[in-house]
């Protein structure tokens, strides 16, 4: 049976944490929500976007999701706001601004 | 029909490992431990039985790799002695704390240094504290039978804790004696199939494992444990005592040795317990109530059990095959002392250290011990506590 | 193995967000490449040496891993998955298992290059059928800037730094690529993060593939410990190729391949002056050192042309 992490949290009593902090379960990261860190942020134009996904694979955070071959806009519970997917975009369709 | 033969005791447990036919054993060679993997890597290459052997570089990468196996959802073993297993000591409290049901078959030997390849039992009891369940033998027989009931232990659902099967370097790992072998059927029967719940490998669910974990886990995830080691206690009875109906020979915590009416008492580990049991036997014929709690169980530490197993005595010598440098004594004492007073068992006891890098201890020794034991008792004359046994000087 | 690059970035992420590695780091966007070229359908498990990966990607109860996942110790992430890897043997062999999996381990420099060469030596040699991959960041980065025998000569680390007696790490890096190669194994190759990713991702599938042990060495920045802005990833990555710092090859079943030589190899400076690490090497009168150090690359770079020339 799949670990639902909901249920272990720093205020768990010993007997609800898992036998040696085993997780069953995949992805359980997707829950703790990286984006707060943000101090700039990416805006994605998407009338500028060719849908070329160059900046898809630079994303250390996995939070430029793709669907269809088609990238959507940012996933910005997790994006941390490095800049690198501006950097590589050929058609400034990505421009960073201050703050979160 | 149990088989009767005649075997080392790493001949013994290797044979219990093929009778067992675990899935995965990764091994390095060191003395005295060697013709373990030396045998199993024979039986592999007969076909006689079917686990993998990974010849590893170091026992740092035998106790990684025995882990990764046991993870993935593989019944795994290794075998080592001394600083093989001091090598190996980060492993050893990821694989209790990672609550992986794996075997350490450890032939015991002295620690460097000086580098010296005879017995004591310094390297487990060093590892005293990793969270392995460790259990001694006296004889080739023990081995063989610890062994079998090793996986039943290690793998039940309220423990989950990897085990160490130990016997003395060259005393018992090189002797050959007699002994009494199970057919393979009920070997197998005995320790059935490993089917762990979740596995690296199982299809259905995948599964982490090895977090790190802040503070606010850490001392609750060492309560859990705790708890599985305390857990063992019953789990090693249940099996000790099924064990016994299959073979004819239970176990429990330890044996009480002529201990029921003594008035003066060994506590003891291993092979040395069978010197003893001569020097005692002789005594006995003298009229000295002399007996012997032969610890089989060190880990758990069967606390109450003991202090309740001494508490009639006059005075006990509490043998250590192993410094811990504290200036008083070794691990041993120290744990049987508490233990003592833990239980208001108001037996007076001495600590004493023998055999350290294969030092003979002889009956006469053993004798010698016992007779001061007495004479401190009824005549009150001082004992020499903490004295080194047969040491020079 | 044609690729298609936007067909493999329409595929599912396997390594999740809401990890804790810092904004811009070239470890996660290494550790996508290489889980992108797991094919569908297969599973797989990833291995990890305590590192800033490990400690970043799963914190317990968050695993940032769609697949199964196992970090052991710092030190042994090559051992530790040869177990897994025959256990799976073992496994397959007895009826109990009838999926396919894959196995892959990463590692920083300390774990691969240092403290966990003998591991991976002991399991390149036995050639267990599964992926090594060195995320090379150059240093110790996890617990802050210690130089690493993957350190490059006069870098400013917290171990090595820099002050009026010392220009930094003094000795040469180590060539890890080389010494995995001579273990004889199936597939080695050297890599980093470029354009449309199409060359970690042809090799990283190379090695996933291809039976026994197969390593890769990817080089991936760190903008604390290099000192750049974390935007220029993808430009220090470029010219660390163009310069020849950091070449592309491979060696395939014993056969040395280059991948990529610049039209015009681009001077080192072009590749240091944009990290505050070798800033010192900017001053006046330290020229002899950027001297030096092109020497070295200009060394590593004919020689590695020779290899490859050989085939």
Not at chain 2, 193 to 214: F, I, S
Request: charged content about 25%; hydrophobic content about 35%.
């Amino acid at each position: 049976m799949a670990t639902d992490i909901t249920k272990i949290t720093e205020k768990s009593n010993w007997q609800d944490l898992t036998v040696g902090n085993q997780i069953y379960a995949s992805g359980t990261s997707r829950m703790f929500k990286t984006g707060e860190w943000r101090t700039q942020s990416p805006v994605f134009h998407s009338e500028k976007c060719k849908q070329c996904l160059l900046c898809v694979p630079v994303c250390p955070d996995s939070s430029i999701p793709v669907k269809d071959c088609k990238r959507q806009d940012f996933d910005y519970d997790h994006c941390k706001g490095c800049g690198i997917c501006a950097e590589v975009c050929p058609f400034e369709a990505i421009s960073m601004k201050e703050g979160q | 029909m149990a088989v009767r033969e005649r075997l080392s005791g790493n001949e013994a447990i290797s044979y219990a490992i093929k009778q067992v036919n675990p899935d995965v054993m990764p091994a390095f060679p060191i003395t005295p431990s060697t013709e373990i993997p030396q045998y199993v890597a024979n039986y592999i290459a007969n076909g006689e039985m079917d686990t993998e052997f990974i010849p590893v570089e170091s026992e740092h990468s035998s106790m990684s790799a025995t882990i990764g196996a046991s993870a993935a959802g593989a019944r795994a073993l290794t075998a080592t002695s001394s600083c093989g297993m001091a090598l190996m000591w980060e492993e050893l409290y990821v694989a209790a704390s990672n609550r992986l049901p794996l075997a350490l078959c450890l032939v015991n030997r002295a620690l460097s240094g000086p580098i010296n390849i005879n017995c004591d039992h310094s390297d487990s009891m060093g590892a005293r504290d990793t969270g392995f369940i460790q259990i001694y033998a006296e004889n080739n027989q023990e081995v063989y039978d610890n062994f079998v009931q090793a996986y039943r232990i290690s793998e039940h659902k309220d423990v989950r804790l990897p085990i160490m099967i130990c016997q003395d370097g060259f005393i018992t790992s090189h002797a050959v004696e007699n002994i009494e072998l199970l057919e393979d059927e009920k070997v197998k029967g005995f320790v059935g199939e490993y089917e762990p719940e979740n596995y690296l490998l199982n299809p259905e669910q995948p599964m982490a494992l090895g977090p790190y974990a802040v503070s606010n886990y850490y001392m609750e995830t060492k309560m859990a444990q705790n708890t599985a080691m305390k857990n063992a206690k019953q789990v090693i009875l249940d099996v000790g005592k099924e064990y016994g109906e299959l073979s004819g020979r239970s176990y429990g915590f330890f044996e009480a040795y002529r201990l029921e009416d003594a008035d003066y008492a060994f506590v003891i580990i291993g092979s040395a317990a069978g010197t003893t049991k001569d020097a005692v036997d002789q005594l006995r014929e003298e009229g000295v109530k002399a007996g012997i709690l032969k610890l089989r169980v060190f880990r758990p530490f069967p606390d109450e059990e003991i202090a309740g197993a001494l508490k009639n005595c006059k005075v006990v010598a509490i043998m250590d095959r192993s410094e811990s440098f504290r200036g008083k004594g070794g691990p041993l004492g120290a744990e049987v002392k508490a233990a003592l007073y833990d239980h208001a068992a108001n037996v007076r006891a001495f600590n004493l250290i023998y055999g350290l890098g294969g030092r003979d201890f002889t009956v006469e020794e053993a004798k010698q011990i016992y007779r001061d034991l007495e004479a401190y008792d009824r005549d009150g004359k001082a004992f020499e506590e903490y004295r080194y046994v047969g040491l020079r000087g | 193995m044609s690729y298609n690059f936007k067909e493999e970035m329409n595929k599912p992420e396997r390594l999740a967000p809401g990890h804790r590695m810092c904004a811009g780091c070239g470890g996660t966007i290494a550790v996508r490449a290489v889980l992108r070229a797991l094919h569908e359908g297969d599973k797989a498990v990833i291995g990890n040496a305590t590192g800033c990966l490990e400690v970043s990607t799963f914190m317990y109860p968050f695993t940032a891993y769609e697949d199964s996942y196992i970090h052991n110790a710092f030190e042994n992430a090559g051992a530790t998955m040869g177990g897994v890897e025959t256990a799976y043997h073992v496994l397959r062999k007895k009826g109990k298992l009838n999926e396919t999996y894959k196995f892959i381990t990463f590692g920083g420099d300390g774990g691969t290059y240092d403290i966990g060469l003998q591991s991976l030596s002991g399991a390149m040699e036995r050639n267990h059928d599964f992926v090594y991959v060195c995320y090379d960041n150059g240093a110790y980065m996890n617990t802050g800037i210690q130089r690493s025998s993957a350190t490059p000569m006069y870098a400013d680390t917290t171990t090595t730094p820099v002050g009026s007696e010392s220009n930094g790490k003094m000795q040469n890096r180590k060539d890890l690529a080389s010494i995995i190669a001579a273990h004889d194994v199936p597939y080695v190759g050297q890599s980093t993060l470029l354009g449309n990713f199409k060359d970690i991702h042809t090799k990283a599938e190379k090695a996933i593939y291809t039976e026994g042990a197969c390593f890769l060495n990817i080089m991936a920045p760190c903008p604390r410990g290099w000192r750049y802005p974390t935007q220029d990833i993808m430009k220090i990555c470029k010219l660390g190729v163009e310069t020849c710092y950091w070449p592309l090859f491979e060696v395939d079943h014993g056969k040395w391949i280059l991948n990529y030589e610049p039209k015009k190899k681009l001077p080192i400076e072009d590749f240091l002056r944009p990290q505050g690490r070798f800033k010192h090497l900017f001053k006046k009168g330290n020229e002899d050192l950027l001297v030096q150090f092109q020497q070295e690359v200009d060394r590593r770079w004919e020689e590695l042309q020779f290899r490859c020339s050989r085939y």
